[in-house]
């Protein structure tokens, strides 16, 4: 009687083909060489040089002027331990809005005030509007409709200082920044001036600072200085819950 | 410009096709009138529950393949190996089961038991047959109510997403499939391990090593039925599953599959004889008995027209797959099969740098959908011109999911990006199904939206290979499909009636003596 | 179930679209009548050859913003800078070479040149004007006739293949534009860095770095079109060129691309106003200035409605693109521009998984392709609902070049795999236009082998979509469109007359004095 | 005036994506594990391990019971030296079938014979068919329509010793051995068995030896002891032409 399939190590976890722990991995990428013989060797030697065996030159074709494009297989044994990966998550608790908006009306017996914005030449807000907006996103409805949520939205192209002077104006709780481009890390850079400019207005703990996008990840966002970042798939109802949750223990601290 | 929502082909010559092709199965008929095989006679013993095995050569060797071969050496295969079992329960008064073990230990050979009195030895025969003809009944019956109860995706409408795993492994399999049909896979076909349809027997037990597919074995499918009906009791869906029955144990893989419950069989009146080199005379014989089995049990038979266009050109030779359409068709019926269990099979096979491509093989599909317009038609991605570009191979399995669905085809065999690599990669399998999820949904009711045009390219091209189909089949019909298949007909491969695998497992039976009582159990018009 | 080649919609509906179109049109002539703008100032000075600049900050400042500012301090700007351009001309008794560097030098101010008596500026004026003009036209019949001798892939009648380049340095793009180009493309567009469409100045040189696209300069403009020439001449297939012609500097874009032998310019009324919160007059009038300029330079404005449906829902949001897309043409029409020359933008931006979203898109394209018969139709593939999943996105784009085909787009603005991640690399287009080369050879001919069900769901989507955009346009003509862009009828944005960038670049004409010889030149029907 | 673009960089040659020796790769892979947070930081850190960097996960989707499907990208700049990088190439001199017919005609003097089969449990023809039968490949006749080739076609499944037999039999000048399953290195198995038993039966350098198919290469067929090997695209007039020289090279050998 033959073995059963063997289990997946996690303790050295590699990617799965069809034979588990086989360490599969697809890649392509474009030489700047034509193609031939000369090419395919080298893609080869490339791959194997970045630590894989088995690698199959799938397909080599020109591309464009003098460059080869290039799809090719491997396996490697180099994996990670995935029992020793800890990642910041944020809550798991899922909230309807309408959950959110009494716990709001008992717990912090106010509205909750934001202002949101894409800083520096980011001009695009459909994310931020998914989130704020009326209408929501993926069958979530968005923020301005919650009861206990009062909204600012500022659009797009909008400079951090004109966030932050509507911010302090507004006597927002939390501020939301939106960054989509990341050509050159310039998300990275406007979430920093973000903080920097806080940090020098005296402002650092006054707001909580949520910045979303897809690219952005809960422990990048930490990172910077920030109380959350939200990715990909962000639902209106996640980040209320995640505000609320926040203004909640925060008065649970201020108190206990 | 006037058009329709088909395209004009002529009833008179489709008809004139299925008249050809059933008198060229009349011919056939005689062949499996006379003649009986080693195949078949084993798949009879496996009816009446001989399933075991004994260790040989490091690998289980069927109780069947050992008792046909005592049967044999002696003469007697010609009676009839369900003849000689009933004699053998008769004379040791024992059931079949430990009948089985006697052999199994070698306490026993069929060969030269003593004999008694044929008339009672056929009646008992008989009631032996009705019992395993009933129990096929019942697995089939069984087999209803679960599809029932899980929700058959059948009843939609819609194309069936099929896709294949072939890690060689079961356990791996088992994996694969349940993702697959997680991810969406209404039918799930475990691929055999090559040259598997050369074996003269059926591996037995669950087995983890095969070459680009995994070893069919009662185990094996057992093993898979379970963790697909386990998952769609879960997911409230019925996922169907599908092997291989061809080669040199045809029918007895069809008596495998109908006891384990599988849905459906890739099962061509030629592929063997064209494919594998197989004896002609003998798949001939053993497909009409591996049919009967499916036909009763409600397995639906998937032929392999698409094999043709492997070996030839595609836009060339829509006459041939038109023709062995037919013909499958005709066999089919001789095995009292309904139109609804078969899956007649066609392929995208076209180079994709063809200028039209997307019409022709539109226009082919859409041919093939009204020809047999009751048949759950088996339509194949294209394989044989993909290359390891492997985003260009998934834009063309995209072009071939929306024709399924514009044409309706019945199943779709979806296409890997990795086609012209490896068999696929749990990950191939996601990406190709998550593609025809995107199209059949998003192109839900497009074929009651567009009409085709009655003198466009498409109808000509379409009328002109059932033009040549039937002139074709007119050859055929003339010097008869044996001779046919010697000239290189179909897929451009030449086979004689004497040549191939496992001739000498054809003979000739006793007529007088001969029993099966299984073809008329199970309606054959044979 | 009744068939035809078109979809069924009203021609009166379409009609009285047109004629509310036209009378919004009207509204915004008077607008363009009694106002110009920096922007369109500083076109009036590339036009009659002042294209140099001075270094400033660390970036070339160019020569006509200095000239416009001269000008604009001293009141002087309200009479046209061709105007004071003429009359320098004459006071300094030199040409216009001589006059910028002068002016470059900071050895003269055009704000407080003395003033020369004003039939006479005003007849010189109108002879600068013409030779300007007659500039245009030579370089016009230039490139008709490089596209002639190379062979201009338009003539194919089929779509043209759209790529983007946007690696930031303009030699990297001419890298990646001629890979594109021997691939298959058939027209490059060359992105604008990140918000340079806010910079008031157009800026100067070759440049290396740019946010997410290549900043638009007269020198990127010439080393590309150098570039694709060369390749076209060798490879016998003309190659042609896009840029952006939006934001602040409108209209100068468009003297540049005249100048440099650019084929096409992405060019919307109201694109800048509701995408880049431009002052809503500033950008009216500047696109009227830039349209005429197009319209004699043989230039196809490609209208931006494909935006639209990114911040609404694309089955909802059909109206305003309808409506967007009359609009677009009556302006156009206003410059006196060639419907041939007009190419009409919209896309395919629904949701991937809605239902039937083959069918809604397939309704949308071909009703687009029947409303407007003689626009070259700029189609746009699906970015909004793109994700990371490259073969999911690929299998998207394979499906907009079926549908971009089928209904006879002028061009496809060919979808990448990696749209949702990050601007092409050369693999990407590569794959892309292989996918689109398959598409367009393998479905040749496919338009007129299909007909639409005249009763079905497109045909029903498709009316519907007319019948609220005659609604809405009939809202819109009752408000106006200024007030109508203010209740967010486009796009769901709000912008007010007043507000947005670069108001305060609008200014008043003295309608006595202000002389602006190219609108009658150049055949503006305002 | 901004530099023009840099030069690719041939001694330490990487991918090409949009910036000129950026090392630009894009990868997919299934772990294991449930996609997530947790997930996405394994696959990051698992790229990252194997030598990226600039790791981006684009997409990460639920796959199957339990496993992530992702897709990234990556940056690295492990290349390689293409300037050191030598393969033995074949002839580079194309030759129409005439040409070849008549140089035979002319220098060789008589049909040159071969025998082609696919051996082992290997079925797929049309790969060998392609270079044999009449119709060819490609637009390139096969060599069967030569009128200075002989060609035996034994088709598939074809066991070693058969086809030396009938290459024996038949006085060939080659065996054209066609190899396409590869799964578990079948084809190397194969290829290998054909020189052993060439050797053993004392016949190793009776025939040119051609092997040919998707995955293989002619260094490695030459590796194998085959005397060329021919990959994906190969057209019968290559094959012909091969055969061709080397019988003219060994011929002048013979007299040098
Ligand atoms: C729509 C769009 C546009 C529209 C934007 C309209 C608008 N008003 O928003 C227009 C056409 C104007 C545009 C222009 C440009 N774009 Co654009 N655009 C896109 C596109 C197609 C879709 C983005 C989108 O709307 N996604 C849908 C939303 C719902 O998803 P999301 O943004 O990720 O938001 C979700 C989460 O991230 C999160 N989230 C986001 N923000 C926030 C904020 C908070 C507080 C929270 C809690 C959560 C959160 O929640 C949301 C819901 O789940 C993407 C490609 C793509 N498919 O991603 C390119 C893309 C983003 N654009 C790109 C570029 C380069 C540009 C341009 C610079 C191109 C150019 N040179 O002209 C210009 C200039 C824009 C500028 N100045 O910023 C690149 C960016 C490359 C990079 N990685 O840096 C992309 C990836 C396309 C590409 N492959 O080149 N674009
Ligand atoms: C057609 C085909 C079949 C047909 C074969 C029909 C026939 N008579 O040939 C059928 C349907 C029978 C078949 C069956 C199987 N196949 Co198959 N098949 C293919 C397919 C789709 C195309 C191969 C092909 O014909 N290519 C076209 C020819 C022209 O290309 P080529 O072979 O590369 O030949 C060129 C060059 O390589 C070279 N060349 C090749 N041979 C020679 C020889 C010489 C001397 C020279 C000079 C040059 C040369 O010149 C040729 C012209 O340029 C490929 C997938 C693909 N797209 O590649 C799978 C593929 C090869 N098959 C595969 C498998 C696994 C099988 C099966 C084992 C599946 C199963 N379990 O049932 C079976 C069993 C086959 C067996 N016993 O060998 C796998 C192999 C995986 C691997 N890497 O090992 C593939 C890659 C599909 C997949 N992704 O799973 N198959
Ligand atoms: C009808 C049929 N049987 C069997 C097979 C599989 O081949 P094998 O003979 O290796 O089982 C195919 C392959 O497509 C087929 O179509
Ligand atoms: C008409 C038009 N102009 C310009 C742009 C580009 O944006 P930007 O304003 O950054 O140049 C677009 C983008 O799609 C457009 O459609």
Known sequence: ?256 | MSYASTLPLSAKKIARCRSIARSIGDVVADLIHANSTFGTERAVLRLLGFNGALQKDNLLFPVSNFMVGQLSETGRLEDGALYWVANALMTEKCDVPALEQKILRGQLDLGSLPELPSKQVDKFAAKLAKDSFDRLIRYRKQRDKIRQRQGDPLKKGRPLKYVIVATGNIFEDVIQAKSAALDGADIIAVIRSTAQSLLDYVPQGTTTEGFGGTYATQANFALMRQALDELGEKEGRYIRLTNYCSGLCMSEIAVLAAIEGLDCLLNDAMYGILFRDINPRRTLIDQHFSRLICSVSGIWIMTGEDNYMKTTDAVESGDQVLASQFINEAYALNAGMKKSQMSIGHAMEMDPFYEKVILMETARAQMTRQIFPEAPLKYMCNTKYKTGDIFFSHAVDTIFNLIGSLTNQGTILLGMPTEAIHTPWLQDRTISIRGANYILNGSLGLSHELGYRSDGFMAKFAAKVLDECVELLEKIEKIGLLKAIEKRYFAGVSRTVEGGKGATGVFPVDRNHYINPFFELMGSKI
Not at chain 1, 29 to 55: H, I, N, S, Y
Not at chain 1, 118 to 140: E, P, R, S, W
Not at chain 1, 147 to 159: A, D, L, T, Y
């Open chain 1, 1 to 256: 009687m033959p073995k059963p399939v063997a289990q997946p190590d996690l303790k050295n976890l590699r990617p799965y083909g069809d034979t588990t722990n086989d360490g599969a991995v697809q890649f392509s990428f474009t030489l700047p060489v034509e193609p031939g013989p000369k090419a395919r060797e080298a893609a080869t030697q490339l791959v194997r040089k970045w630590g894989f065996f088995d690698v199959k030159i799938a397909h080599m074709s020109s591309a464009g002027v003098g460059y080869s494009f290039i799809v090719c297989f491997g396996r490697t044994e180099l994996g990670v331990d995935f029992t020793q990966i800890v990642v910041p998550e944020l809550s798991n608790e899922k909230r309807t809005y309408k959950e959110i908006d009494s716990l709001i009306a008992k717990e912090i017996k106010r509205p909750v005030k934001v202002v949101g914005a894409c800083t520096g030449y980011d001009a695009h807000t459909v994310g931020l509007d998914a989130i704020l907006n009326m209408k929501g996103f993926d069958g979530d409805i968005g923020l301005e409709r919650y009861k206990n949520f009062r909204c600012v939205n500022m659009g797009s192209q909008v400079p951090t200082d004109e966030l932050i002077d509507r911010a302090v104006k507004e006597k927002a709780d939390a501020i939301l920044l939106s960054k989509i481009v990341t050509q050159k890390d310039i998300h990275i850079t406007d979430m920093q001036e973000l903080i920097g400019k806080l940090k020098a207005r005296g402002l650092s703990d006054r707001f909580i600072l949520v910045a979303g996008g897809p690219r952005i990840t809960h422990a990048m966002a930490l990172e910077l200085g920030f109380d959350a970042g939200f990715t990909i798939g962000t639902r209106p109802s996640d980040v209320a819950n995640f505000i609320y949750e926040t203004l909640r223990d925060r008065a649970k601290k201020k108190k206990g």
